[in-house]
């Protein structure tokens, strides 16, 4: 799993039947700093996760298949889990 | 596989049912100086380690190729501590 700021969440009315009802959110890949690592990407949260959170993410698409029921949803990434901290050698990260 | 130092543990009360009871922990990826730091990875403890050591980790849907992550939401799961890396000149 890779660590992400949540920074918003993406509204979509015309989309492929499969999509519907995923709550989707745009995540920022970020390091151990806070310092975003690569460009925002659109995944699935079905954790109910608020904006502004530290949260962990799957690369795969199974997760929300499995999660919805439905074979084959043409999406990739999920939000697994919302941090609390993360406990390194001489810091802690609040989440 | 990667090569990876565990850099501490990950809390989280919120979080997908499949992975209750996992240790989470953070890792990065390093070269063979074992210095040269590279990605980050929450991955799922399969064995027991802690801060410092140094592990393997398998990444991808391979990561559900262990007794305990099988069938589980998991893309990143450590799979063995690496006690010393032997190279040629």
């Not at chain 1, 997760?63 to 029921?69: D, E, Q, S, V």
């Not at chain 2, 980790?57 to 559900?64: H, N």
Request: glycine letters at 10%; hydrophobic letters at 40%.
């Amino acid at each position: 799993m890779r660590l992400a700021k949540v920074i918003g969440n993406a509204v979509s009315v015309s989309k492929h039947s499969k999509l519907e009802g995923i709550k989707l959110l745009v995540i920022r890949p970020v390091d151990l700093l806070g310092k975003k690592i690569s460009r925002p990407l659109m995944v699935a949260d079905y954790l109910n996760t608020a904006p502004g959170s530290l949260v962990f993410w799957i690369e795969d698409g199974v997760t929300i298949c499995k999660w919805m029921g439905r074979k084959s949803i043409p999406l990739r990434g999920s939000i697994t889990g919302q941090i609390d901290s993360i406990d390194l050698k001489d810091k802690v990260i609040e989440g | 596989m990667k090569l990876v130092k565990i850099m501490g543990s990950v809390t989280s009360t919120i979080k997908d049912d499949t992975l209750k009871g996992f240790k989470l922990l953070m890792v990065q990826t390093v070269g063979t100086d074992l210095d040269h730091a590279g990605e980050y990875f929450i991955a799922a403890d399969t064995i027991g380690l802690g801060e410092g050591e140094l592990a393997l980790i398998v990444t991808g849907s391979t990561a559900k190729h262990t007794e305990t992550t099988r069938g589980k939401n998991i893309d990143a799961a450590i799979v063995a501590k690496v006690d010393k890396v032997n190279l040629e000149k």
